[in-house]
Each structure stands twice: as structure tokens, then as C-alpha cells.
């Protein structure tokens, strides 16, 4: 029996289509890390398989249980798929057809040419002969078995549905018009269906998001790791998108500059630049990782004009300081209404802003110098939003209270109580400063390890995975112990956290 895993958190959906749309108690949540053995893996299309469970799965006692033999759907880009789990097509995929697969003659494009400058520039147009013709190949990602087959500009099947098979070949005029046939069909569809406001955007907005959602996924809308963007284009704050869009290019990864560049370069058509310039500006203004953040925080700081679109939010000028004094908004997210200089903040404390939406906290210490940035998750298990009960950490401005420290107790070789497994080695109270909790009804908010979706003895391992609580800071066990318990220790020392969602 294969079994898959999860590469991050996602959704088994019941049905193939807009899973976040579907009813919440159809769905299941897997987390990074979540294994699942499989019957088998079918090829839908080239963001949709259909798996059939080879045993019940549960992931929450208030909702079923998925039985054996149910058949679900994923985007096996959030998998990893070994080759045994894939059906097997009836003819190998991997040899030349007797009778190639042909395309079908080449119709009047179905979108706007900004579409194909933008999102060309980034994908390529893969294995071209000499005499400029363009053939099939396999799929390179490790464990996929070589499917899907895939032609010219990414694309995996033909418009009469057929699959491309190896050994078929193509024109470039039939790459192009198969690419936006599927480009239309497969994104500008559902997008148009998803997306407020799609028909008062311009062509150059609507190919920017065109471009996001090729690289993140048609249905971004509404997802659960797309929820800043989809705050965005819900409230039309359309200033807030160009920062917001530098967010989603994978941190700290060794894609960070790519995805850099064309976050930037749609960030640019958004607020109406041609493809062609924004690109190339792109490519000259990051050079390295580190080029990134920076302009992610003047889009967000010091937002764009965008063309055709008078804002109806004011958004705070940066000031000549250093660190996250500079501003207490950032642009297209909720956070404190104060900073820590309005409940006593002095040399020798220290502030940690935790942003949901990177899944990312930073520590400061009062002079505004940044100290470290570690990974951290302000999720809770049943809301998308900070409001409802067990939602995500209010947005805010807390301070450090009292602190248990099991770890000095126990050490790493604990035995397993249930507070350990679901706090870990160290749990730090945090106090409100703006009512943020007694005003939604919430209280116990914390910032601590464990987790009990890692089980025992996972949760006590120094790096965990993490998984969401019911409204706490999550961080991993060793960053508890090597970073924030040492500021916290400090004689004299506050602990001040500020809250992004």
C-alpha cells in the first residue's frame, strides 16, 4: 500500500472543484507532515488528483470520519506522491504514441495579451527542436512517474481533452494558442467566478492575479494560506495588493529570488505597468534574497498609486526610526493600535511582532534593531479569523506574563503528561494591553510549544512541527528555550508582542 504526505497544510475535498467554497464539514484538514495511505493516485488535471483512501482517516472528533475506498481530491503540488501510489495509464506514458495526439488548429486568443507577457516571462516554453517545433516531455518533479506528459508552455492536455502523450510535437503558434485556452479554462474562469470586483479591474490587474493564481493555484481565493490577498480584494483595499503580493514568495527558501522578482513584476502591472518593463525592473531591483524584504515594506508602508483607484484608508508615512516603530499598520492587515512606548516600553525590553500571514515572528529590542526571526503560527483550529471562538490569536499588543517552564523540569527525556504534550517545553501567559481578547469574548491566549497534533513524544522534540492551537502563539521547542526565554530572564526585562492578522 503507497502512502503520501503532506508537504504543508492542506484539504481533502469531496468534490473537484473550489474546495474552499465547499461546506466546512466535507472537508478535512490534513497538516504538514499528515501521512495517508492510498489505494490510488488518478490524474485530473495539472492541479487536481484523485486519491482513494486505503483506510479511515479522522482528523477531528467533531467531524466524520473518511472510510475506506472514499475518493477524495487534492493538488498533488502539496504532496509528495511516490511513483507505486499513480495509476497507471493503460499505454506507458513514458513511451512515444503509434498515433500522436494532435492539436487541434490554432482559434483567435481568448485573453488579453498582458496575460501571456506577464506569466511567459516566468514559465518558459520547454524542449524545442531545431527547426523551432516544440515536443513533449516528461514531468521532472521526483516520484511523479513521469505524468503528467506536458507540451510548450506547461500545458498537460489538449482542447478536446485528450492527454499529450510522448512523441507528440507541436507548433510554436499551437503551444501559444493551447496555452491560453487552458490559461482561460483552467484560471480566468474561475477567477472571474471568484474574485470581487474581477469587471472593475483593468486588464493589467486582471493579469497580475492571473499570473499569482498560475504560480499559487486557481482557487488562492478564499484559501487558507491566502487569507491577507483575499482580506484584500474582498474590502477592494487594491492599494493594500501590491504589498501583500511580495508576501508570497517563499522566505528564507532557495526560491525566495524568483518568486521575489515576479511577485514584484505583478505588484508593478497591478498598478498598470507593462509586462515587459515591470519584468525587467524586477530582474535589475533583486539581485539577492535579501533585496526583497525591504521593498516589501516600502509597497506596504508607502503603498503605490494604482491606476484608476482613489484609496479609502489612510495608511501611516514611515518615520526616520528604526525596527517596527516606523509604522503600526501594516497595509492590508489588522495588528495593535499602540506601540509599546504607550505602556512603559524602555531600554532593555524587547518586542516581538508576529505576522499570521508569513507565519513569522521578529524580535526587537528597544532601540529597533532586529535580533532574530523565527518561525511561529497565530492559528487557531476551527476559524479562518480572529473572531470566533478557538480562532486565530487576536490581533494586538500583549506583554509577557508568568512563565512554566517544563523543560527545567524534565528535560528532554520527559515522561508524557497531557500539559506537555500540548504546551511543550516552556508556555508563556500573555496579558492584553488594548481588550483585544474581553472584547471578542476570547481569554488564555498564550505563546508556547508542543503541540498534540504531533503526538508523543513529538511534541517534546526541539523542533516540532507546528500545528494550529486553539488561539495560541505556536513556536518551536528549542527557539522557546534558545531565544525568547533568554530575554524574558533578564532582570528587569518586558517582553512586549504585537500581533499581525
Same mark, same amino acid.
Not at 499559487?216 to 477592494?236: E, Q, V, W
Not at 480562532?391 to 508524557?416: H, M, N, V
Given at each position: +500500500?503507497?502512502?503520501?504526505?503532506?508537504?504543508k =497544510?492542506?484539504?481533502?475535498?469531496?468534490?473537484?472543484?473550489? *474546495?474552499?467554497?465547499? $461546506?466546512?464539514?466535507q472537508?478535512?484538514?490534513?497538516y504538514?507532515?499528515?501521512?495517508?495511505?492510498?489505494?490510488?493516485?488518478?490524474?485530473?488535471?495539472?492541479?487536481?488528483?484523485?486519491?482513494?483512501?486505503?483506510?479511515?482517516?479522522t482528523?477531528?472528533?467533531?467531524?466524520?470520519?473518511?472510510?475506506?475506498?472514499?475518493?477524495r481530491?487534492?493538488?498533488?503540488?502539496?504532496?509528495?506522491?511516490p511513483?507505486?501510489?499513480?495509476e497507471? &495509464?493503460?499505454?506507458?506514458?513514458?513511451?512515444?504514441?503509434? /498515433? *500522436?495526439?494532435?492539436p487541434?488548429?490554432?482559434?483567435?486568443?481568448?485573453? *488579453?495579451?498582458?496575460?501571456?507577457?506577464? =506569466?511567459?516571462?516566468?514559465?518558459?516554453?520547454?524542449?524545442?527542436?531545431?527547426?523551432?517545433?516544440?515536443?513533449?516531455?516528461?514531468?521532472?518533479?521526483?516520484?511523479?512517474?513521469?505524468?503528467?506528459?506536458?507540451?510548450?508552455?506547461?500545458?498537460?492536455?489538449?482542447?478536446?481533452?485528450?492527454?499529450? &502523450?510522448?512523441?507528440d510535437?507541436?507548433?510554436?503558434?499551437?503551444?501559444?494558442?493551447?496555452? #491560453?485556452?487552458?490559461?482561460? $479554462?483552467?484560471?480566468?474562469?474561475?477567477?472571474?467566478?471568484?474574485?470581487?470586483?474581477?469587471?472593475?479591474?483593468?486588464?493589467?490587474?486582471?493579469?497580475?492575479l492571473?499570473?499569482?493564481?498560475?504560480?499559487?493555484?486557481?482557487?488562492?481565493?478564499?484559501?487558507? =494560506? %491566502?487569507?491577507?490577498?483575499?482580506?484584500n480584494?474582498?474590502?477592494?483595499?487594491?492599494?493594500?495588493?501590491?504589498?501583500t503580493?511580495?508576501?508570497?514568495?517563499? *522566505?528564507?527558501?532557495?526560491?525566495e529570488?524568483?518568486?521575489?522578482?515576479?511577485?514584484?513584476?505583478?505588484?508593478?502591472?497591478?498598478?498598470?505597468?507593462?509586462?515587459?518593463t515591470?519584468?525587467?525592473?524586477?530582474? &535589475?531591483?533583486?539581485?539577492?534574497?535579501?533585496?526583497?524584504?525591504?521593498?516589501?515594506?516600502?509597497?506596504?508602508?508607502? @503603498?503605490?498609486?494604482?491606476?484608476?483607484?482613489? @484609496? /479609502?484608508?489612510?495608511?501611516?508615512?514611515?518615520?526616520?526610526?528604526?525596527?517596527?516603530?516606523?509604522?503600526?499598520?501594516?497595509?492590508g +492587515?489588522?495588528?495593535?493600535?499602540?506601540h @509599546? #512606548?504607550?505602556h512603559?516600553?524602555?531600554p532593555?525590553?524587547?518586542?516581538?511582532?508576529? =505576522?499570521?500571514?508569513?507565519?513569522?515572528i521578529?524580535?526587537?529590542?528597544?532601540?529597533g534593531?532586529?535580533?532574530?526571526?523565527?518561525?511561529?503560527l497565530?492559528?487557531?483550529?476551527f476559524?479562518?479569523n480572529?473572531?470566533?471562538?478557538?480562532?486565530?490569536?487576536?490581533?494586538?499588543?500583549?506583554?509577557?506574563?508568568?512563565?512554566?517552564?517544563?523543560?527545567?523540569?524534565?528535560?528532554?527525556?520527559?515522561?508524557?503528561?497531557?500539559d506537555?504534550?500540548?504546551?511543550?517545553?516552556?508556555?508563556?501567559?500573555?496579558?492584553?494591553?488594548?481588550?483585544?481578547?474581553?472584547?471578542?469574548?476570547?481569554?488564555g491566549? +498564550?505563546?508556547?510549544?508542543?503541540?498534540?497534533?504531533?503526538?508523543w513524544?513529538?511534541?517534546?522534540?526541539?523542533?516540532q512541527?507546528?500545528?494550529?492551537?486553539?488561539?495560541?502563539?505556536? +513556536? %518551536?521547542?528549542?527557539?522557546?528555550?534558545?531565544?525568547?526565554?533568554?530575554?524574558?530572564?533578564?532582570?528587569g526585562? /518586558?517582553l512586549?508582542?504585537?500581533?499581525? &492578522?
Amino acid at each position: +500500500m503507497p502512502f503520501i504526505t503532506a508537504k504543508k =497544510n492542506t484539504l481533502l475535498a469531496p468534490l473537484p472543484h473550489q *474546495p474552499h467554497l465547499q $461546506k466546512l464539514n466535507q472537508l478535512a484538514k490534513v497538516y504538514e507532515g499528515g501521512i495517508l495511505g492510498v489505494i490510488k493516485v488518478s490524474t485530473v488535471n495539472s492541479q487536481l488528483a484523485e486519491i482513494i483512501l486505503a483506510g479511515p482517516y479522522t482528523w477531528h472528533d467533531h467531524y466524520p470520519t473518511i472510510e475506506t475506498g472514499v475518493k477524495r481530491y487534492i493538488n498533488p503540488i502539496s504532496w509528495d506522491i511516490p511513483e507505486d501510489a499513480w495509476e497507471q &495509464q493503460p499505454v506507458s506514458a513514458l513511451a512515444p504514441a503509434s /498515433t *500522436p495526439s494532435q492539436p487541434e488548429t490554432p482559434s483567435a486568443p481568448l485573453l *488579453p495579451p498582458e496575460v501571456a507577457q506577464l =506569466n511567459h516571462f516566468y514559465e518558459g516554453c520547454q524542449r524545442k527542436l531545431p527547426d523551432g517545433r516544440i515536443q513533449a516531455y516528461p514531468d521532472p518533479r521526483a516520484g511523479s512517474g513521469g505524468l503528467p506528459v506536458t507540451i510548450g508552455w506547461g500545458s498537460t492536455y489538449y482542447k478536446n481533452g485528450s492527454a499529450i &502523450q510522448m512523441g507528440d510535437i507541436i507548433t510554436q503558434a499551437e503551444a501559444d494558442d493551447l496555452y #491560453d485556452y487552458i490559461c482561460h $479554462k483552467d484560471f480566468w474562469l474561475k477567477l472571474q467566478s471568484t474574485i470581487p470586483y474581477w469587471d472593475d479591474m483593468t486588464d493589467l490587474q486582471r493579469a497580475a492575479l492571473t499570473s499569482f493564481a498560475y504560480n499559487n493555484g486557481a482557487d488562492f481565493y478564499g484559501s487558507p =494560506n %491566502h487569507r491577507t490577498i483575499t482580506r484584500n480584494l474582498k474590502d477592494k483595499d487594491w492599494q493594500a495588493v501590491p504589498g501583500t503580493l511580495m508576501m508570497y514568495r517563499n *522566505p528564507s527558501e532557495n526560491v525566495e529570488v524568483g518568486l521575489g522578482r515576479r511577485r514584484y513584476a505583478e505588484a508593478k502591472v497591478w498598478c498598470g505597468e507593462a509586462p515587459t518593463t515591470a519584468c525587467a525592473a524586477a530582474a &535589475q531591483e533583486i539581485q539577492t534574497a535579501q533585496d526583497c524584504e525591504p521593498i516589501e515594506q516600502r509597497l506596504k508602508t508607502n @503603498p503605490p498609486r494604482v491606476v484608476g483607484f482613489e @484609496p /479609502t484608508i489612510t495608511v501611516s508615512q514611515p518615520t526616520p526610526s528604526a525596527g517596527p516603530r516606523q509604522a503600526n499598520i501594516i497595509a492590508g +492587515m489588522k495588528g495593535p493600535k499602540s506601540h @509599546p #512606548d504607550a505602556h512603559g516600553f524602555k531600554p532593555g525590553d524587547y518586542h516581538l511582532v508576529a =505576522n499570521d500571514a508569513v507565519g513569522k515572528i521578529k524580535c526587537y529590542d528597544y532601540s529597533g534593531t532586529l535580533m532574530w526571526e523565527l518561525t511561529c503560527l497565530c492559528r487557531g483550529q476551527f476559524e479562518d479569523n480572529y473572531f470566533g471562538r478557538h480562532g486565530d490569536t487576536p490581533a494586538g499588543l500583549y506583554k509577557c506574563g508568568q512563565i512554566y517552564r517544563d523543560y527545567e523540569q524534565a528535560g528532554e527525556s520527559s515522561a508524557y503528561t497531557r500539559d506537555r504534550m500540548s504546551y511543550g517545553w516552556y508556555s508563556l501567559d500573555l496579558v492584553e494591553l488594548e481588550n483585544q481578547e474581553a472584547n471578542l469574548g476570547r481569554a488564555g491566549i +498564550m505563546l508556547h510549544g508542543g503541540g498534540s497534533g504531533c503526538g508523543w513524544p513529538g511534541a517534546w522534540a526541539p523542533k516540532q512541527a507546528l500545528f494550529s492551537t486553539l488561539g495560541c502563539i505556536r +513556536m %518551536h521547542n528549542q527557539d522557546l528555550r534558545d531565544k525568547v526565554v533568554p530575554l524574558y530572564d533578564q532582570p528587569g526585562a /518586558t517582553l512586549f508582542v504585537s500581533v499581525y &492578522q
